[in-house]
């Protein structure tokens, strides 16, 4: 079944430890996007990328990068992870930016 | 700046009851989908609708999209323990690639 896939589930790091979440799909859409969701609130979009075009959220901390070697992977990256970046992190996939996301099972980032 | 208000925000009803959530903006939507989240897990896709007055169902679920593509609604008949989770509301905008999310309505369906 064509899908989005999130690794790992689970992700425990330590203040100030890089981390990195990954995010592949089998969909082959040409749109990757991050999004960070908090208990209880709706996901927040970080950046996407069309194709290989990068576009960033204005309010996106630069604290967060992405990397998308090619169409099928994208990597998520937090350079100095903070108690407040905590979260759970969705990756989902458009065919083309208006068109309906799937989104992937989301990866819960603990910091300690 | 685009907005939906979803509502109500949470909503506990006794298995068998039926329910409504709504989502509305003063914004015309090129599209709207609606997920469900459960906790842990990323959310679910449920339904695109496209075009004003659209009426979609799944099983017990009754999708609807406003005529002026502004508002949907959903309902749910004979609610189960199984639909509890998050619902999420999402406009898309012609040109834009972002979507607006609606603020989520937490449904539990009690046995």
């Known amino acids: 079944d064509a899908m989005v896939i999130q690794n790992p589930r689970y992700q425990v790091t330590q203040f100030g430890k890089p981390v990195t979440l990954s995010c592949s799909q089998t969909?082959?859409?040409?749109?990757m996007y991050w999004y960070q969701q908090k208990s209880s609130q709706a996901p927040k979009l970080l950046f996407h990328?069309?194709?290989?075009?990068?576009?960033n959220e204005a309010d996106t901390p630069d604290n967060f990068q992405s990397r998308r070697p090619n169409t099928s992977f994208c990597f998520l990256d937090i350079r100095s992870p903070g108690l407040g970046d905590a979260a759970m992190y969705l990756c989902?996939?458009?065919?083309?930016?208006?068109?309906?996301?799937?989104f992937g099972p989301g990866t819960r980032l603990l910091v300690l | 700046t685009q907005l939906l208000e979803q509502s109500p925000q949470f909503l506990s009803i006794q298995e068998g009851e039926n329910l409504t959530v709504y989502c509305n903006s003063s914004?015309?939507?090129?599209?709207l989908q609606w997920y469900r989240q459960e906790p842990g897990e990323g959310p679910v896709l449920l339904v695109t609708?496209?075009?004003?007055?659209e009426v979609k169902k799944l099983k017990r679920l009754t999708f609807q999209f406003g005529d002026a593509r502004k508002d949907s609604s959903l309902h749910i008949t004979a609610a189960q323990p199984g639909d509890t989770g998050l619902y999420l509301c999402?406009?898309?905008?012609?040109?834009?690639?972002?979507?607006?999310f609606g603020s989520g309505t937490r449904l539990l369906v009690r046995p």
């Open positions: 989902a996939t458009s065919n083309r930016v208006t068109e309906t996301q799937y």
């Open positions: 969909l082959n859409h040409n749109v």
């Open positions: 990328y069309y194709d290989k075009d990068f576009n």
């Open positions: 914004s015309v939507f090129s599209s």
């Open positions: 609708v496209v075009t004003g007055g």
């Open positions: 999402a406009g898309a905008g012609d040109s834009s690639y972002k979507l607006i």
